[in-house]
């Protein structure tokens, strides 16, 4: 079954432990993205990464780091997370730039 | 300030009624997507415009890209109890030069039908 598979599914953690959230692919696209959700500010675009080792910024990429070593998988990392980051996390995938999206079913997180 | 912004973010209705979501922005977009989400879900793209004017159907859904290609609409007739959700527009900037991967999403509008 083509999807996009992210883990955990829910994290608590504590201010200044580093985290990553994993985001994993199985339909070969070439576009993945990191978006967080917060009530009233609609989804916003963390990082994207357009290919295997090209990554860049979106629209609020502060306090986290991405990686694409692999077409498959696109983690999301926390060196430092803050109360601020606490938030659900949705991982997206696309053939293309332009193409349909496909996201996965979300993290929530929260850092106490 | 948002780059998309929507409208109304919240709509309660009863089943049967005609409802129109709108999406604006200053800037022109080279296409615009309309996803809709369900709690504890992500998001499922309805519908891609990219072409100025643009109208497509999907059954009682109605999109519209406006022709100068910086607004779109949504418009559902005859609302069901199961087109309850969020509704998120969505786009990419026309001018996007360094900004070209980037898909900027509106605030979502939260649509309540009720029975």
């Known amino acids: 079954e083509a999807q996009v598979t992210q883990n955990p599914r829910y994290l608590i953690t504590v201010t200044g432990k580093k985290l990553t959230v994993t985001c994993s692919q199985n339909m070969n696209h070439e576009y993945m993205s990191w978006y967080r959700q917060d009530p009233g500010l609609g989804l916003r675009q963390i990082y994207y990464?357009?290919?295997?080792?090209?990554?860049d910024k979106g629209d609020v990429p502060e306090g986290y780091k991405v990686s694409r070593k692999e077409k498959r998988n696109f983690p999301l990392i926390l060196e430092s997370p803050s109360p601020n980051q606490t938030s659900l996390y949705f991982c997206?995938?696309?053939?293309?730039?332009?193409?349909?999206?496909?996201f996965g079913q979300g993290t929530r997180l929260t850092v106490v | 300030t948002q780059l998309l912004e929507q409208s109304p973010q919240f709509l309660s209705i009863q089943e049967g009624e005609n409802l129109t979501v709108y999406c604006n922005s200053s800037s022109v977009f080279s296409s615009l997507q309309w996803y809709r989400q369900e709690p504890g879900e992500g998001p499922v793209l309805l519908v891609t415009v990219v072409t100025g004017g643009e109208v497509k159907k999907l059954k009682r859904l109605t999109f519209q890209f406006g022709d100068a290609r910086k607004d779109s609409s949504l418009h559902i007739t005859a609302a069901q109890p199961g087109d309850t959700g969020l509704y998120l527009c969505a786009g990419r900037l026309s001018s996007g030069g360094t900004s070209y991967g980037k898909l900027t999403f509106g605030q979502g509008t939260i649509l309540t039908v009720h029975p």
């Open positions: 990464s357009m290919n295997v080792e090209a990554t």
């Open positions: 997206a995938s696309s053939l293309f730039v332009n193409t349909e999206a496909f």
